[in-house]
């Protein structure tokens, strides 16, 4: 007999389908009653369904069709079909889950749910949506920036989670499931090429390191591509650069070790590193109006005898450039700028973004009897470093960037029932400790002095060969950082039990107590100090006036520095629950309806360039509440060739966690950035999903989503484009980048002439048009447009190998993942989603 790995609580002894929640006796019930009134009179077994996918939602093997719960599950066939390789690819396929601009970069994976969740780059904010990957919660969600090969399904789960296992979130999570090591040996290779000089390869291998014992399962993935903006600066008679590329390497080793029936353990190590352009590449759109809105005039300078080459004038630098072209030209005596509408950009110093990270894990099953016993021990480790380019586009002058280490320990144990007649339960302890180091570095090189200093201090130096060369030095290797470092250590108790009353009926109940200790601290650093301005002054013969300007002008650019200073720690006590009833209406159609609570902790968030002692230096960010309401129907129709699943939401959040923009105390012509809670939230709408087997080898389906998400309660938003800056109330209004309403649309079909099959699988996705930004314009309006994906294969009939050609946004619609309004330093600007792209490959199995 060949020992599979255990999974804990399948279905019940009697053979009755899985495990019910939750409640669902309105009036979904009436109309599926009344529409399948045929089928409730009926006491029949199951009919076999193409849409039974099985899923592991709840900590044991049950068809998603019997979780009462909102999940939307991708196959494994699904995912090779459109080449489903990250969880930036989820949201054209999954209604109300959404990520911050595709390929952006590590820290802004950031993925939210109905609206609600996504973050910005903040290193010591915990995620509302989780993403877990064969059972294993990565605290980080840049963790998530890996391409994942030779996975088996991805199931998103909407609302709360906690009660089951791993890190409590307040509004949902990504479950990532690999396939596991077999006993049977088998090989799957795939090499593409495309578009955009695109190519990849993908490669997994499984068999018996000892028979019915140990066996193995390895994958190995490379995936490179250009991006669709040119650096035009690396382009003057050098070598092509592009940005918003692809160049991932990744490879992963797992072990299934089956010594007894009653017992397994499963090994994981895997591996990924990325050298990418990714975090530049903004489309130029307009210089904006002469005038602001409120019909003021906006600060011009006309520039005298200084023409760039290109049409692009940075209003707010302008008067700089004109008054500074002695400093900043090219041997030539032009400036590069970027044309107006070009995807080209201009930046000398950007360089890519390097990304490490690695894991390993080690899950244990013992079957007791009548129950089972997990352990899941985790460690997790990313590096990043990303330098985002001169301030001006193309000089010597500076360079910001970030540089981030990340590591979790994690360990699980769970204890569950195995499913009986009338109780199923399972409880568990989850504890985490983790670290987020953060160095935020600012390089200034020999542009940079005259770029930073004053008006003034400009003239003063800028008269002498002396002054020149002191003004060079002054802020030349100059590097300053602002370094945070934030722990947490998290311990949770959950459990739940799910009760059956009848045959037909059945509750469940899940609770969960968090405590979590968080801790945060900053200093300021001077990494490397620069010239020694009075010595080297004198060295040179500049007066004391040119050294003092000299000086003024490192002093007034670059921060003081102060050692480690601790945040006010964090200790939470925090509590998630869930309630729900769910009616088995026939043995096809499921009612459920439940009420829960997610929270996730607050953190500790430091303001950068704010000294110690001063106003906003330091908030504490109150924990952010869910409270959750959902009702809904699965059903199985007409024989099982029919999936149709509804469920209307309302998700109550308190205290929402949410990125904000205020006057600088310290000066009121400024605004500034920072983090706070919004009083509340409320995301209400309905979730579908249909899939309908016309007849064998040809289905369509139909998924989508109406989502209304707003603020509830006073949150300011700056008023844009105006000369005088106010704020206003965004009370009631949709969150900025969420459609109210998405529409997923697909079909497979599939034609074998002879020997061989001809697939065309199609993927539509619409939305209508919506705000990119809280701050309300015509300009950060994005128009409704839709998306689709054509995906072409050619394979024999028993599928050794299959050649298929897939054009992703094959209608090639122009559209925007981001818009920047114009204001009084810089133009209007775009980030562009990705045009039509094709790539062909080949897949084989042997």
Known sequence: MVNTFSISNRFPADGKRGVRLSSGLGFLALTIAAVSSAQAQQETEVSASPW?????????????????????????????????????????????????????????????????????????????????????????????????????????????????????????????????????????LEVSVGEQNSLGGKFSSTGPIIDDVLAYRAAFSVDRADGIYENTYFSQGKSKETWRETNKIAGRVQLLWTPTPDFSGRFIADKLRSDERVNTGNVIVSNGPDTYADGQPRPITEPIGFTPTGDYVNYGYLGKWAERSFWFHNPDGTVYQPKLGTTDIENSIARPQLTNQHGVSAQFEWQLGDYTLTSISAYRYQDFDIQNGTQAGIYQIGNSGQQLWNDQKSQEFRFSSNASDKFVYQAGLYYLNAQVYSDDPSRYYQDAGAWEASAEDYTTLIASSAGRELLRKSLDHVWESSVTDATVESLGLFGQLDWFITDRFSINLGLRQTWEDKENRIRQERDR???????????????????????????????????????????????????????????????????????????????????????????????????????????????????????????????????????????????????????????????????????DGFNISLSGAYNRATYEAEWLVEVPEVGQRRFYNAEGQQIAGIPKSTVNLGFNYEIPVGRYVTRFSLSTRYQPGYHLNDAETDFNYQEAYSLSNLSVGFSPVDSDWELS???????DKEYATSLGNWSNTGAQTSTLGAPRYATLAFRTSF
């Open 52 to 188: 039974e996918v099985v899923v592991t939602s709840r900590n044991r093997e049950e068809a998603a069709q019997d979780v009462p719960l909102p999940i939307q599950v991708l196959s494994s066939e699904d995912l090779r079909k459109e080449d489903i390789t990250s969880v930036w690819d989820l949201p054209f396929k999954i209604p109300n889950l959404q990520l911050n601009n595709p390929g952006e970069n590590a820290r802004k994976v950031s993925p939210g749910i109905r609206g609600l969740g996504r973050g910005g780059a903040n290193d010591s904010m915990e995620q509302s949506v989780g993403v877990i990957v064969d059972d294993v919660t990565l605290y980080y969600s840049g963790q998530a920036w890996s391409d994942y090969v030779d996975v088996e399904r991805i199931e998103v789960l909407r609302g709360p989670q906690g009660t089951l296992l791993g890190k409590n979130t307040s509004l949902g999570a990504i479950k990532i499931v690999t396939k596991l090591p077999e006993f049977d040996p088998s090989s799957d």
């Open 529 to 695: 100090v620069g010239e020694d301005l009075t010595y080297y002054g004198g060295l040179i013969g500049a007066t004391q006036a040119e050294i003092d300007a000299a000086q003024r002008t490192r002093d007034d650019t670059v921060l003081v520095a102060f050692d480690w200073v601790d945040g006010k720690p964090i200790d939470a006590s925090l509590q998630a629950w869930n309630f729900g009833v769910n009616y088995q209406l026939t043995d096809d159609i499921l009612l459920y309806g439940s009420v829960g609570q997610g929270v996730k902790s607050g953190f500790i968030y430091f303001r950068q360039g704010v000294l110690p002692h001063e106003e906003g230096f330091e908030t504490t960010i109150g924990e952010e509440t869910a409270l959750d309401y959902e009702l809904g129907v699965k059903s199985l129709l007409l024989d099982g060739d029919l999936l149709l699943n509804a469920n209307l939401y309302v998700t109550e959040v308190t205290d929402y966690q949410a990125s904000w923009r205020r006057t600088d105390p310290r000066n009121d012509e400024r605004t500034i950035s920072g983090w706070g809670n919004a009083p509340e939230v409320l995301a209400r709408g309905i979730e579908f999903e249909a899939r309908y087997q016309l007849f």
């Open 805 to 811: 050609l897939l054009v992703r946004n094959v209608f």
